[in-house]
């Protein structure tokens, strides 16, 4: 059974992140960097099934070289062999592109069954795992949260508000994995000595057929912080009587709420 | 060429630990800081923890590969320990590093038979946690680096030979780390009561359970509040001589040569790491406070406190590394200078650091809701354990003193104590 795990390398959220000059991307420097936390999630997805499949685990991610840190991290948790597909414009391709490039990575490789995050902390599209099952035209199940395997299939449940899916789909499939699912191990410190040894391929966009100018459907125009939240004012008044009423005042003619 | 920059690998398992240590070790502190200290064990809260880090291959990093551990160095270890010790200063430093350094005497003293009997002990059991029983009530803990061939200066514990067995008798004070989670205790004997301590301390195994070995009332300390500590009494226990690790009496040059570095680069790692969880919570209150209408950090005295507070951790890691590196080529200096330095230095940082952290919280720094009451207390303890700072200092300039003719042989614990009496 080849199984395959879709990683991409972020910025770790406790990072202070700025916005870059050009206002469309963050700045990138003295950022820590780590693997998607919804990522790890589908590692040890992975991991799980491949060891009740008997399956050999591939990593695979598209971003920059310092992207195979992340890569490295899934074979120090345990996966077999990993595959960057280097990013010549560091991140700035929709999850539209993002996903034509990985489906074609992934139709050079076996794959039986694929893990994605449900989404990536940075850009947070939650649409890289759907977009390459569609091109791939094989059954996806998202936002799983609990997941069985049965012979040549899976059941997985998906939390929808206020319920819960159970879905089945034959092999091969693509899922993507919602916190949940199950608690990502760390890396041991035998797998992080073995990780070194185990292969790890570097291509480029040209060594998989694919052009450099790949092109896109939507592109950043600008970022932005959210407005700072203002203090909360303090109505006075002798009486709660007295401040339902300057509270009245200001809703009707200064919010203009009422 | 000097190279500071980590290796892949241990930039790996620096992330891990930090990842471990915060998942995994901060709900145990803080499961502990709020219970009834009477009415528990803190080695029963921590050894489910201990357990799934010894999965992770944290308890046989030092452990040769040959004997089922990971082969891995004193750098990886101080690496470790200061992402442990930036989490919780006593895990870190009694049952982690005390059990992952220990084994070094093995390592170093044993005969094969020996490695493989207590090194695959080790790595087959995922609570294995090991003891030091060395100190005594009634003995100063300078009288063993006591270079004066005075027989009646020295451990008193005394192990008699019995065939095949040594029988040991005496008591260990109520310092002894671990004690009562310890699967073995290291246990100092004399062997020769007519002999200088020097010449007549041998180190025994003594599994827990061994009919004779007792330990006693938990010590309550003022900080390492998870730790546990307490009088190990020994009633003529029986071990067999193959449990007698090294010559007999040759303890001495064997903890000092090969092990000491290893013990205590750790010990000053997780004081490293202790030291900037002061600086981190100092720097967070800092900019969460206010006076005067700014945050607490704009005011110079607080800046300058939060920045020599970098410039001490900066120099105690370097430090640390620097004696890891040593210990690492196997640098006979990394025993006899660096060790007492990067330990007591650490030391001094982290009672600095927990001074500072409690002076910029002010008011706040003495509540007990707030951690700097817990550094500062957890800081103190390192005055004392494994040799306090002021005998690491005199055996630095001593050793110095010696090796440049200033003065007699090898003098408070400067070195292996083997030759007359010091100046």
Redesign the interface.
């Known amino acids: 059974m080849d199984v395959v795990v879709l990683v991409k390398q972020v910025p770790d959220t406790g990072s202070n992140l700025e916005i870059a000059e050009d206002k469309k991307n963050i700045q990138l420097d003295n950022i820590k960097w780590v693997m998607n936390p919804y990522d790890e999630i589908a590692v040890e997805a992975a991991l799980t099934f491949a060891k009740e499949k008997q399956g050999r685990v591939t990593v695979v991610s598209f971003g920059p070289l310092r992207s195979q840190d992340s890569v490295r991290t899934a074979l120090a948790m345990g996966a077999d062999k990993g595959i960057l597909i280097i990013d010549p414009e560091n991140c700035r391709y929709d999850p539209f592109t993002t996903a034509a490039v990985l489906s074609t990575a992934l139709q050079q490789i076996p794959c039986d069954i694929i893990f994605a995050g449900a989404r990536s902390v940075d850009f947070d599209n939650f649409q890289t795992g759907s977009a390459i099952a569609q091109n791939l035209g094989i059954p996806q199940i998202t936002q799983v949260t609990r997941l069985d395997i049965i012979e040549n299939a899976i059941v997985c449940h998906q939390i929808t508000e206020g319920g819960e899916l159970v879905k089945q789909c034959p092999l091969p499939a693509l899922v993507t994995c919602q916190r949940g699912l199950n608690e990502p191990r760390y890396p041991s410190l035998p797998g992080i000595m073995k990780a070194k040894k185990k292969p790890l391929e570097k291509k480029e966009l040209s060594e998989i057929g694919l052009d450099a100018e790949l092109g896109q459907k939507s592109k950043i125009i600008s970022l932005a912080f959210p407005e700072e939240r203002r203090a909360a004012r303090m109505i006075e008044g002798e009486t709660p009587q007295a401040c339902a009423s300057k509270l009245v005042d200001i809703l009707h003619n200064e919010v203009k709420a009422i | 060429m000097v190279d500071f920059t980590l290796t892949?690998?241990q930039?790996?398992?620096q992330?891990?630990a930090r990842?471990?240590a915060l998942n995994e070790i901060k709900p145990v502190v803080d499961e502990i800081k709020i219970m009834d200290r009477t009415q528990f064990t803190p080695w029963d809260k921590v050894k489910p923890m201990y357990e799934k880090a010894s999965?992770?291959?944290?308890n046989k990093?030092l452990i040769p590969e040959e004997y089922g551990g990971?082969g891995?160095s004193c750098m990886d270890n101080v690496i470790l320990m200061e992402e442990l010790g930036a989490v919780d200063l006593t895990i870190a430093a009694s049952y982690f590093n005390v059990s992952i350094t220990s084994p070094v005497i093995i390592m170093h003293g044993g005969n094969e038979d020996q490695k493989k009997k207590w090194l695959g002990e080790i790595v087959s059991a995922n609570d294995y946690v090991l003891a030091s029983a060395s100190s005594e009530p009634d003995v100063a803990g300078a009288d063993s680096f006591c270079p004066f061939p005075d027989p009646r200066i020295g451990l008193k514990t005394f192990a008699r030979r019995d065939g095949d067995d040594y029988i040991i008798s005496g008591s260990k004070s109520a310092f002894s780390t671990n004690a009562g989670a310890a699967a073995t205790y290291f246990v100092m004997a004399r062997t020769d009561l007519s002999k200088p301590g020097f010449m007549s301390t041998s180190m025994f195994m003594v599994p827990a359970g061994t009919p004779g070995l007792k330990v006693g009332k938990k010590t309550e300390l003022i900080g390492w509040k998870t730790g546990m500590h307490a009088e190990v009494f020994l009633d003529e226990v029986r071990v067999p001589a193959s449990f007698r690790i090294g010559e007999e009496g040759a303890n001495s040059g064997l903890f000092f040569l090969k092990a000491l570095p290893f013990i205590a680069g750790g010990l000053a790692a997780c004081y490293v790491g202790m030291a900037r969880a002061a600086f981190e919570y100092a720097f967070e209150y800092a900019h969460q406070r206010e006076s005067w209408g700014m945050p607490i950090a704009n005011h110079q005295a607080v800046a300058m406190k939060l920045s020599d507070m970098v410039v001490d951790i900066e120099a105690a890691r370097l430090m640390v590394w620097k004696l890891a590196c040593a210990a690492d080529a196997g640098d006979p200096k990394a025993a006899a200078v660096m060790s007492p330095a990067a330990k007591t230095f650490a030391v001094d940082v982290a009672i600095r650091n927990a001074e500072r952290a409690l002076r910029i919280l002010g008011g706040y720094g003495v509540a007990q809701e707030y951690e700097t009451g817990k550094f500062l207390n957890d800081a103190w303890v390192g005055d004392s354990c494994d040799g306090t700072r002021d005998m690491l200092r005199l055996g630095i300039i001593n050793f110095i003193r010696q090796s440049r003719g200033k003065m007699g042989p090898p003098s408070m614990g400067g070195g292996p104590m083997d030759g007359p009496p010091g100046a």
Not at chain 2, 55 to 58: A, S, T
């Open positions: 892949d690998e930039q790996m398992l992330d891990t990842n471990f999965e992770l291959g944290f990093l990971m891995m």
